[in-house]
């Protein structure tokens, strides 16, 4: 997939990857949903923010983890 509204810059947030090049993480964004904000709450919050850049965080959070294997803690 290819994602036209993340992008990382070296020069910004230490080369976190951001929304459109906005000082607004993906992580930050990815977080909020995780937390039970709609997104209203979010585009309120951060009004620079558009509802696609919304979904592509969250795409872009799943590909970034999609081929990675996480250890469970606690499980046999």
């Given amino acids: 997939m290819k994602f036209s ?5 070296q020069g910004k947030m230490g080369g976190v990857p ?3 090049g906005l000082r ?3 992580a ?3 977080g909020l949903v995780a937390n039970g904000l709609s997104e209203e709450e979010i ?3 951060y009004p620079d923010l558009e509802a ?3 979904r592509e965080a ?6 970034a983890v ?9 499980t046999k």
């Fill in 5 to 9: 509204r993340i992008t990382v810059d």
């Fill in 18 to 20: 951001c929304i459109r």
């Fill in 24 to 26: 607004i993480p993906v």
């Fill in 28 to 30: 930050t964004v990815v």
């Fill in 43 to 45: 585009l309120k919050e």
């Fill in 52 to 54: 696609e850049d919304i």
């Fill in 58 to 63: 969250l795409y872009f959070a799943a590909a």
């Fill in 66 to 74: 999609q081929e990675r294997q996480i250890p469970l803690v606690g």
